[in-house]
């Protein structure tokens, strides 16, 4: 189940203490005073340090000509190192391996993938194993405790065309699988056989590797690492994880999950939805309930069936299910679900089924 951020009640306990004379207050109330000062003046100042290391500096102007090109330069933050420089109509070429989205470069004679990451908006729309040229607003940030390597943070997607892979390795010089293996100058290679086109990306620990734009193997790096070149790979798969082995284990795992009493339904990229209006990402036609101990599973079932709802998910050790919809569901009816839902005497707590993306914050 994705991350589910509740926003349940907080307990908050203030205790006062009174002890003396009348005349003791005054003495007392200034010496309180003067620790109380004392205490939030270091507060704050820890406060205000932690909140400019996250956020990062003020923007400064470097030259009318660079507000010109749209380019402005973020003056550089002694405690982490981190600049930012936002550039409007920036063009690159993305490739999507597995969920995650990289932007592909060539500096000499390395090539290298860069993370690309998202700033409230969706990615662009790229099938798994494909590439794609890609026009958009982004934030170029590089350093930063999170070490970034002038990664792009899209702010707005403006086009993105299909890019094949022989396109790419003309424009990215390739280097060929069948003549080399996995070394540090490359994460991406091609290779051809038979009339087909195999793209090799270094992906992680991981080797990934894509036939005409579908997922074709998964290699270790290791397994490859002795191999003079990666034309035996590709020739054989192998152990490789198939589409059928990977279904194989997530069915497995799942399995795993429910002997212990639990399960959940992970939802897919297309099904989180961003809530302009207070910055939320959820899962669509999804809600979370949490109900009290020893509440029956058939409570919940009647109560889901009543709403054409099924149970989708359960935790076992925080009573909490995750209902599913049959029909689209807009926001405002599942606020008006929630509020009704809150009513009922075994029902602890309703929400939206939250979703904590971190690459998208």
């Known amino acids: 189940m994705e991350a589910a951020v509740g926003r349940g009640p907080s307990d908050v306990c203030r205790v006062f203490y009174h002890k003396g004379e009348e005349k003791a207050i005054p003495v007392i109330i200034g010496i309180v005073s003067v620790c109380l000062y004392i205490v939030t003046a270091g507060i704050s100042g820890y406060a205000d340090n ?21 380019i402005r330069a973020i003056e550089m933050d002694i405690a982490d190192g981190m600049t930012t420089t936002p550039e409007d109509d920036k063009e690159f070429v993305v490739i999507r391996i597995k969920d995650e989205y990289y932007d592909i470069r060539r500096s000499g004679e390395y090539l290298r993938l860069h993370d690309v990451y998202t700033v409230k908006t969706d990615y662009p729309e790229i099938a798994e194993g494909n590439c794609a040229r890609v026009v958009a607003d982004v934030d170029i940030i590089c350093g930063g405790i999170a070490g970034y390597e002038d990664d792009y943070f899209i702010r707005n997607v403006k086009s993105c065309v299909p890019v094949t892979y022989d396109e790419v390795a003309a424009e990215f010089a390739l280097a060929d ?3 080399h293996n996995i070394d540090m100058y490359n994460h991406l290679l091609i290779y051809h056989d038979a009339g087909s086109s195999y793209l090799v990306c270094i992906y992680r620990d991981k080797t990934v590797v894509y036939k005409d734009g579908v997922f074709y193997a998964e290699y270790d790096d290791e397994s490859a690492e002795g191999s003079e070149t990666f034309e035996p790979f590709l020739a054989d798969p192998g152990t490789g994880d198939t589409d059928e082995l990977k279904e194989t284990e997530e069915l497995e795992e799942a399995d795993e999950l429910k002997e212990t009493g639990s399960y959940y339904k992970e939802p897919g990229k297309e099904d989180i939805i961003y809530d302009e209006s207070t910055g939320d990402r959820y899962v669509k036609n999804q809600l979370i309930i949490g109900v009290t101990a020893g509440t029956d599973e058939s409570l919940i079932e009647n109560l889901a069936d009543s709403y054409d709802a099924e149970i989708v998910g359960y935790l076992t050790e925080m009573k909490m299910y995750q209902i599913e919809f049959c029909r689209d ?14 009513s009922c005497p075994y029902i602890s707590y309703v929400m939206l089924n939250y979703v904590d993306d971190l690459k998208n914050n």
């Open 50 to 70: 932690l909140i400019s290391r996250q956020v990062g500096p003020e923007p400064v102007k470097l030259s009318d000509g660079g507000e010109e090109n749209g």
């Open 177 to 179: 699988a069948g003549e």
């Open 329 to 342: 569901v807009s926001y405002t009816e599942l606020e008006k679900m929630i509020e009704n839902l809150e």
